[in-house]
């Protein structure tokens, strides 16, 4: 069984900073795309950012800049730096870890930025 779990959620003022911390456990070796996805209420869930095994990343227009993805393959470990937060930033944040033909998902944590 796989699992994947998320934390570093909370509340934060805007202009804040937060990281977010992803790991990934069970039977799974060589993960390839590790990445994060955020749903606000009422909104599609949308893909921010994403870290392929060999260090190529990508980012959603508006977080350009801002965030910053990274990883630590030996840990199965994906994390996400976020500065500068603001408002439109609010969501339940997801992990998502790609191996082979699967996907696996967290639980999601929540990003709070309001004064």
């Known amino acids: 069984q796989v699992q994947v779990v998320e934390s570093g959620g909370g509340l934060v003022q805007p202009g804040g900073s937060l990281t977010l911390s992803c790991v990934t456990s069970g039977n799974v070796f060589s993960i390839n795309a590790m990445g994060w996805y955020r749903q606000a209420p009422g909104k599609q869930r949308e893909l921010v950012a994403v870290?392929?095994?060999?260090?190529?990343?990508n980012y959603i227009d508006s977080v350009k800049g801002r965030f910053t993805i990274s990883r630590d393959n030996a840990r199965n470990t994906v994390y996400l730096q976020m500065n500068s937060l603001k408002p439109e930033d609010t969501a339940v944040y997801y992990c998502?870890?790609?191996?082979?033909?699967?996907?696996?998902w967290g639980q999601g944590t929540q990003v709070t930025v309001s004064s």
């Open positions: 998502n870890t790609n191996h082979s033909i699967y996907n696996y």
């Open positions: 870290t392929t095994r060999g260090g190529r990343t």
